[in-house]
Nanobody, 121 residues
Framework: QVQLVESGGGLVQPGGSLRLSCAAS????????MGWYRQAPGKERELVAA???????NYAESVKGRFTISRDNAKNTVNLQMNSLSPEDTAVYYC???????????????WGQGTQVTVSA
C-alpha cells in the first residue's frame, strides 16, 4: 500500500503565508506527477498545482505568482509554498501522487487525508 501524509495547514491572516508538505511512503517504485488539490465548502475539488518528476510545474490561474510547488524525488515529498493568501484560498488541501509500484506497472493515484487551510482576519 501507499500512504500520503500531509502537514502544515492552519489558520493564517490575509496576506500571510503557509507551507504545506506531503510525504509518500509504502510500496513505491517511482512517482510520476505529484500535486495539490483543494476543496472549499460547497465546491468541487480543483487542481491547485502539480509537478512532474522532472520538476516541471503547472499552476491554476488563481494561484500563479503566489504559490510555488516543489518536490524531492529522493524523499518522495512534495511541498506547496503559499504566499499572499486570501480568504478565497480557504479550503481543505489534498496531496495527490501518481505512483508506480513496479518497473512494468502502471501508475495509480493516491490521496492524502487532507489538511485544512483557513485564511481569516
Amino acid at each position: 500500500q501507499v500512504q500520503l501524509v500531509e502537514s502544515g495547514g492552519g489558520l493564517v491572516q490575509p496576506g500571510g503565508s503557509l507551507r504545506l508538505s506531503c510525504a509518500a511512503s509504502g510500496s513505491i517504485f517511482s512517482i510520476n506527477i505529484m500535486g495539490w488539490y483543494r476543496q472549499a465548502p460547497g465546491k468541487e475539488r480543483e487542481l491547485v498545482a502539480a509537478i512532474t518528476r522532472g520538476g516541471s510545474p503547472n499552476y491554476a490561474e488563481s494561484v500563479k505568482g503566489r504559490f510555488t510547488i516543489s518536490r524531492d524525488n529522493a524523499k518522495n515529498t512534495v511541498n506547496l509554498q503559499m504566499n499572499s493568501l486570501s480568504p478565497e484560498d480557504t479550503a481543505v488541501y489534498y496531496c495527490n501522487a501518481a505512483v508506480s509500484r513496479g518497473l512494468f506497472a502502471g501508475s495509480q493515484h493516491y490521496w492524502g487525508q487532507g489538511t485544512q487551510v483557513t485564511v481569516s482576519a
